[in-house]
C-alpha cells in the first residue's frame, strides 16, 4: 500500500520535512522509492518564479541531448543547481549520474507571447526531452515549469534523503508547497516515471490507492490530449482527468469530484443541479475511478485538495497550524512535523467531499 | 394389399415420432385435444387376436376394432416435439421422439415448392459458446478490496439516449463557481442495463404481451428497477399509449411501418413520453429479411392496432428512401426526434454483420448526434417467423462484433458516445447475469433480450429443433399465438411473476459479479477483468489468454 503526504505552508519548508512526514509511516510503504514535487519555490530559485525550471535525472549523454535540444528551441538557461550529493558506501539508492534543475528563459520569440502559448510549449518541450531521452533509458525528464521542481529515486527513502542530503534542513531548497509518497509502483514495474506525484502543467496529483477503471481511463484518456502519455501507473490517470476537468474543460475544482466518482443516479435526481450532473457523468463515465483510493492535488495557483473514493477505502487526515496545513496517510505523520497542533481540529475527510486549502491556509469543505 | 407408394408422407420421414403405448392408454383424448398442431389423431385400428377356447389347443382368431392414438402422415400437421402430449397424458401412454432419419427438409420443399418458414431460433447444434470460454478473472483482493455483494450499494444503470463528448456540453461557469445549462442537450436515459427486446404484439400472444407489460411495470414501480421494454413493431394498444406506463415503453418502429398511425394519432392524448424510440433495421436472427407475421396470426386486434386485414404481413427488408437507405434512416431519426419535441432519445437497431463496424462508425461521426443508441443483434436470436434457410444460414455473432464496434469507438476517443446495447443468444444457458456482465466488460452498456423471456414463460421450443412454431400461431404454450384456446393456457400473472423474479435473481447476481471485481458501478470497457482459456478467442478480443 502506498503512502502520501503533502505540505502547504505560509513559509517556505525543506523536503527534510517531508521525509519526517513519511517516515513514521514506513510500515505502510515498502520503502522502495521517494518522490517530490516542490510548488512555490524559495531559497535559490525565489528569483526565478516566473520561469520554467527542467527537473530530471540522466546520464551523461542524456544531459547533452537534452540541452542540445533545448538550446535548439531557443530557451535560455539562467540558472542551474546541482544537489550536492553523499555517495556513502552501503546507501539503498539506484542513482543515476546527474540530477539537473535549471532554469531557463523563453526563446526570444515567447517571451512576449501569450501566457497560454508558452504553456502549451513548455509541454511540448517536455514531451519532446521525454521522448529523446527514453531511448536506453539516457534520462528521465519529471516537469519542466515555472516554480516547480520534481524529484524522484529508486531506493530507500531514509537513503535517498541522505543521498541529496535532504535531512540536514537549508533555505536554498525550499518550497511552499511539496506532496511526497514513498513506494515505487509494486503493481507494475519499477521504472521512476510510474512513482508519484505525477505533474503536467501545474497540477500535481499522488494518490494511495488503487484504479479497478485504470484501463476504461486509459483508453478514454490517450484520445484526450496529446500529453496523456505514459500511463507507467494507474495513478496517472488521476492527474490526467485532473488537468482535463480543470484546464481543459475549465470546470471548477468541484467537478473533479462529480467525474471520479459521481453521485449514484438516485441523489442526482434529488439535486437542483441533476441536469448538469447527470450530463457530466454520463460524459465522462470513462474517467469514473473506482476501486480504494484518496488522492492528494496541487493545482497551479498552489490549491491543495484531498479527495477520496466513494466508499472511503483509503484513509486520509488533514492537521494543521496557523501557518502550515498538512495532508497525510497516516496521523503519525503529522505527529510528526506538527507536533504542537490542536488535534482536535484534524479533519478527516468523508468519502462526499473535496477538501481544499487555499494560499490563505484556509481550508475549505465542499460536499459533493 | 395395396401398391407400395414410397412417395406417402409417412411418420417416419418427420422430424419427431410419437411414441404411444396402447397398453397404458386409457383413450381419454387429453393429448389430441392439446395437440395445437393437430399431429396426432384418434383413428381405430383392426385388430386381430387369436385365442383358444376349449380344453385342446383350439386356436381361433377374432377381428375387433380398437380406437388408438396416431401420428398424423400429413406435412402440414408434422410433429413438432414440443411434449404437450405427454404434459397432459395421466398415464405416459404418449410422448414425441426425436427422429435421426428425418426427411422433412427434403420433403417438405419438394411437397410445398415454397421456402420453409419457421419461428423461434436457429436449429444448428452450435459448439461452446465464446462467452462460456471467457471468465471474470481479475479479482479484487488485498490493495484494492473486493466490494460485499450484500452490503454496499451498486449503481446498475445503462444509458440509452446520445451523450455528447465532454467539451461539447454547453455549460458556462457562473459567478458562485456553478456550472450552467446554456442550451438543450440530446435526451438520456439511464435505465436497468437489460431491455426486454422487441417482440412485437402481433407475434406473442395478448396475454404475453400483457403479462411483459405487468411485469415491467411491477419492476419498475414495486421493485424499483427501471426496466424498459420494447414494444416491437406493429404498435401498441391505445390504452397503454393513454396511460402512464408508457414511460417504460420503447416504440418500435421498422420497415413496415405497421402501428404508427395509430401512435400518431394518440400522441395529443400521451400523459408522458415513451423511454425511446427503436428504429429496426435488421434482426439478428433472420439478417437482410424483413418481419413475418403469417396471415394466421393475424387476429381482429393485430388488424385493429395495424390497421391492416387478414393477410401474411410482411414488412420490406429496407426502410423505403427516394435516395438512399441511409436518407431515410436519417429522415426517421429527424422526425422522430421532432415529433417528441426532441424529448425522447432515438435509437437504431441493426443485425451484426462483418459490415457493423462501418454503420457504426456512420452514426458515430454524425455531426448532428441524433443517434442514441446502437442495439446490435447477433446471430442467436430468436424470431416470430423467418424462411428456415435465413436462420439456420445468415447472420454474424455478436461477441466479436460487440468488441468491435467498441474498439472502433475507443480508437476514435468516442466510447460511450452512442451506447451499445448487445442481443443474439444471450442467457441461452439460462444465465443472463454472467453473459451480460461479460458483454459489458467487452464495452456494451446493456444488453436486450426476447427469446429468454419467452422462456421464462415456459416456452418449450430449443435449438435442436424442438417446437419453434411460433409463426404458425398455434404456439402450444399460448405465448406465440392469437388463438383464445390456446392463449388462454398462459397464465399472465405466473408470467409476470416469472419474469420478476427472474430479474432479481440476475439482479442480485450482476452484484455478486461486481463486488469481487470491486466495481460499485457498471463495468463497461473493463474488459482487463475477463480472462479466457482458449488462445484464439483472447486474441480476438484483446483479453488475457490464460492457463
Ligand atoms: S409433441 Fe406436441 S406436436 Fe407432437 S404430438 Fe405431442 S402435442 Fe402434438
Ligand atoms: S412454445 Fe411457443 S414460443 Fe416457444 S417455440 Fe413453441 S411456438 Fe414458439
Redesign the pocket.
Known amino acids: 500500500m502506498c503512502r502520501i503526504g503533502a505540505i502547504k505552508s505560509s513559509n517556505y519548508v525543506h523536503p527534510s520535512q517531508a521525509l519526517k512526514l513519511m517516515e513514521s509511516q514506513q510500515k505502510g510503504h515498502d520503502n522502495s522509492g521517494f518522490a517530490m514535487v516542490m510548488h512555490d519555490l524559495g531559497g535559490i530559485f525565489e528569483n526565478y518564479k516566473h520561469l520554467p525550471t527542467l527537473s530530471m535525472a540522466c546520464t551523461d549523454e542524456g544531459l547533452k541531448l537534452a540541452e542540445d535540444i533545448m538550446h535548439e528551441a531557443g530557451f535560455q538557461r539562467v540558472m542551474q543547481w546541482v544537489p550536492e550529493t553523499d555517495p556513502q558506501p552501503g546507501l539503498d539508492i539506484h542513482a543515476m549520474p546527474n540530477y539537473v534543475f535549471e532554469t531557463f528563459d523563453y526563446p526570444r520569440y515567447f517571451r512576449n507571447g501569450e501566457q497560454q502559448e508558452k504553456e502549451e510549449l513548455l509541454l511540448d518541450m517536455r514531451l519532446k526531452l521525454r521522448k529523446a531521452l527514453e531511448e536506453n533509458e539516457q534520462g528521465f525528464v519529471y516537469s519542466f515549469w515555472p516554480d516547480v521542481v520534481t524529484l524522484k529515486e529508486i531506493g530507500d527513502p531514509r537513503d535517498i534523503g541522505t543521498y541529496f542530503k535532504l535531512w540536514t534542513p537549508d533555505d536554498k531548497f525550499t518550497a511552499k508547497v511539496i506532496t511526497a509518497q514513498c513506494r515505487q509502483n509494486t503493481n507494475y514495474d519499477i521504472v521512476r516515471y510510474a512513482a508519484h506525484p505525477f505533474f503536467m502543467q501545474g497540477y500535481t496529483a499522488l494518490a494511495n490507492g488503487e484504479n479497478t477503471f485504470y484501463l476504461k481511463n486509459v483508453e478514454a484518456q490517450r484520445k484526450l490530449h496529446r500529453g496523456y502519455i505514459g500511463f507507467e501507473s494507474d495513478s496517472q490517470c488521476f492527474l490526467y482527468t485532473l488537468h482535463y476537468v480543470h484546464r481543459e474543460l475549465r470546470w471548477p475544482l468541484r467537478y473533479y469530484k462529480h467525474v471520479v466518482t459521481p453521485l449514484p443516479f438516485d441523489d442526482i435526481e434529488r439535486r437542483e443541479d441533476k441536469e448538469q450532473l447527470l450530463a457530466l457523468r454520463q460524459s465522462l463515465a470513462h474517467l469514473e475511478i473506482n476501486g480504494p483510493n484518496t488522492i492528494i492535488g496541487v493545482l497551479p495557483d498552489f490549491t491543495m485538495f484531498t479527495c477520496c473514493d466513494a466508499k472511503k477505502l483509503r484513509p486520509v487526515v488533514i492537521g494543521r497550524t496557523d501557518d502550515t496545513v498538512v495532508i497525510s496517510s497516516e496521523v503519525c505523520g503529522i505527529n510528526d512535523i506538527l507536533p504542537d497542533r490542536d488535534w482536535e481540529t484534524d479533519i478527516y475527510p468523508h468519502e462526499r467531499e473535496i477538501v481544499a486549502i487555499d494560499n490563505n491556509l484556509e481550508v475549505q469543505r465542499w460536499r459533493q | 394389399m395395396e401398391t407400395m407408394r414410397v412417395q406417402s408422407v409417412t411418420p417416419n420421414d418427420m422430424p419427431w415420432k410419437i411414441k404411444y403405448d396402447a397398453s397404458r392408454c386409457t383413450l381419454c383424448g387429453s393429448c389430441v385435444a392439446a395437440c395445437s398442431f393437430r399431429a396426432i389423431e384418434c383413428k381405430v385400428e383392426r385388430r386381430r387376436m387369436v385365442f383358444s377356447e376349449g380344453e385342446l389347443p383350439d386356436p381361433q382368431q377374432r377381428f375387433s376394432a380398437v380406437p388408438v392414438i396416431r401420428q398424423v402422415k400429413d406435412i402440414q400437421h408434422y410433429c ?1 416435439g ?1 411434449g404437450i402430449c405427454e404434459k397432459v397424458c395421466p398415464n405416459d401412454a404418449i410422448s414425441p421422439e426425436r427422429n435421426q432419419d428425418t426427411r422433412h427438409p427434403i420433403i417438405t420443399r419438394c411437397l410445398g415448392g415454397d421456402s420453409i418458414k419457421r ?2 431460433r436457429k436449429n444448428l447444434e452450435s459448439s461452446v459458446r465464446t462467452l462460456d470460454k471467457l471468465r471474470i478473472g481479475r479479482i479484487s483482493q488485498m490493495t484494492d478490496p473486493s466490494l460485499d455483494a450484500q452490503r454496499h450499494s451498486f449503481d446498475m444503470l445503462a444509458p440509452f439516449g446520445r451523450i455528447l463528448p465532454a467539451e461539447t456540453l454547453p455549460f458556462s461557469v457562473d459567478n458562485n463557481d456553478n456550472l450552467q445549462v446554456e442550451d438543450s442537450m440530446p435526451p438520456v436515459r439511464w435505465i436497468y442495463p437489460v431491455v426486454i427486446g422487441d417482440m412485437s404484439i402481433g407475434a406473442l400472444s395478448w396475454r404475453m404481451w400483457e403479462a411483459v407489460a405487468m411485469a415491467v411495470a411491477y419492476l419498475n414501480e414495486e421493485c424499483g428497477m427501471p426496466v424498459r421494454m420494447c414494444s416491437g413493431e406493429g404498435g401498441v394498444p391505445v390504452r397503454l399509449l393513454k396511460s402512464k406506463y408508457l414511460k417504460y415503453m420503447i416504440l418500435q418502429i421498422a420497415s413496415g411501418h405497421f402501428g404508427w398511425n395509430r401512435i400518431a394519432k394518440a400522441m395529443p392524448y400521451m400523459v408522458e413520453d415513451p423511454a425511446g424510440i427503436l428504429i429496426k433495421i435488421g434482426q439478428g436472427a433472420k439478417p437482410g429479411d424483413g418481419g413475418l407475421l403469417q396471415a394466421g396470426k393475424v387476429a381482429e386486434h393485430i388488424q385493429a392496432i395495424r390497421g391492416v386485414p387478414k393477410a401474411d404481413l410482411l414488412s420490406p427488408p429496407n426502410h423505403q428512401g427516394l435516395y438512399s437507405i441511409e436518407e431515410s434512416v436519417q429522415k426517421m431519426f429527424l422526425s422522430f426526434n421532432a415529433a417528441f419535441k426532441f424529448r425522447v432519445p432515438v435509437a437504431i437497431k441493426v443485425a451484426a454483420s462483418a459490415t457493423s463496424v462501418s454503420v457504426f462508425n456512420n452514426l458515430v461521426r454524425d455531426p448532428y448526434n441524433i443517434v442514441g443508441g446502437f442495439f446490435l443483434d447477433g446471430i442467436d436470436g430468436g424470431t416470430g417467423a423467418a424462411h428456415e434457410v435465413s436462420l439456420d444460414h445468415t447472420g454474424h455473432p455478436i461477441v466479436s462484433k460487440l468488441r468491435d464496434c467498441y474498439q472502433a469507438a475507443t480508437a476514435q476517443g468516442r466510447q460511450g458516445q452512442i451506447p451499445l446495447w448487445a442481443a443474439g443468444g444471450l442467457g441461452k444457458t439460462g444465465d443472463l447475469a454472467a453473459d451480460a456482465f461479460k458483454m459489458m466488460c467487452l464495452g456494451a452498456n446493456g444488453v436486450f433480450t426476447g427469446k429468454l423471456i ?1 422462456q421464462m414463460a415456459g ?3 430449443n435449438d435442436m429443433g424442438r ?4 409463426n404458425t400461431g398455434l ?3 399460448g ?2 399465438t392469437q388463438e383464445s384456446a390456446l392463449v388462454h393456457r398462459l397464465d399472465v400473472d405466473r408470467v409476470a411473476q416469472n419474469i420478476v423474479n427472474y430479474f432479481l435473481a440476475m439482479d442480485t447476481e450482476f452484484k455478486k459479479l461486481m463486488a469481487p471485481i470491486g466495481n460499485s458501478s457498471l463495468p463497461v470497457g473493463r474488459s482487463d477483468a475477463l480472462i479466457s482459456t482458449d488462445r484464439a478467442v483472447a486474441d480476438r478480443l484483446d483479453i488475457q489468454y490464460v492457463c
Open positions: 413438432r414440443c419461428g423461434g419467452l416456452c418449450v421450443g417446437c419453434n412454431a411460433c404456439c402450444p404454450v405465448i406465440t
